[in-house]
Structure formats: C-alpha cells, structure tokens
C-alpha cells in the first residue's frame, strides 16, 4: 500500500521556521519525483516546491524562493520542507505528493498524495 504522510506542522508566529517531513512507503522511491503542494482556504491548490529522483533539479515557486528548501533521503524515503521566515499568506495545508519521475517533473498528475498537514501563520 502506498503512503505519503506529512507530519511537522502547526501554529507559528510571523518570521518563524517550520520543517515539514514527508515520510512515504510503497512505492520505489527513487524512482519517483516528490513536491510540495498548499491550498489556503478558499483557494485553488498550488505547488510549493518539486525535487527530482536522480538529477536533483529543484523547482520553487516564487513565492517562497529564498525562504523554503526542499530535500530528500532517499535512504530514509523521506522528503523535508525547511521553511522560514514564514508569513501568514504561508497558512495553509501542506501536502507531499509523487510522481514517476519523467519529463513533466510535478507540473503533470502527480500519482500518490498525502492527507495534508495544516501550517498556520500568525501576524
């Protein structure tokens, strides 16, 4: 059975950090493309953050370029989100989700979805 579960969010104040981990089983892990999704409440899901399986291309919205950085643990099958100086357009729910890797990287259907994890940004 395939699993992406989120975990590390919660309630933080204006210019504070948070790390997001993406813990996955299931699937060959490696071999699969892993980003970072949000959607604010009232607003279409966007993506966050994309990192390849092999050739370690990172996408970043601009939004949060500078300020959140993607990684993986392959050893782990783990993907981390490292965000800081968090704003309160940060509040949303966060989700990690796969796709085998291919041309389209996270900009196509990814395949596999987490339940979410719910980040809040206080000002």
């Known amino acids: 059975e395939v699993q992406l579960v989120e975990s590390g969010g919660g309630l933080v104040q204006a210019g504070g950090s948070l790390r997001l981990s993406c813990t996955t089983s299931?699937?060959?892990?490696?071999?699969?493309?892993i980003g970072w999704f949000r959607q604010a409440p009232g607003k279409e899901r966007e993506i966050v953050s994309c990192?390849?399986?092999?050739?370690?291309?990172?996408y970043y919205a601009n939004s949060v370029k500078g300020r959140f950085t993607i990684s993986r643990d392959n050893a782990k099958k783990m993907v981390y989100l490292q965000m800081n100086s968090l704003k309160p357009e940060d509040t949303a729910v966060y989700y990690c989700a796969a796709v085998l890797a291919g041309p389209t990287g996270c900009g196509g259907g990814m395949d596999y979805w987490g339940k979410g994890t719910l980040v809040t940004v206080s000002s």
């Open positions: 299931g699937f060959t892990f490696e071999d699969y493309a």
């Open positions: 990192i390849s399986s092999w050739d370690g291309n990172i």
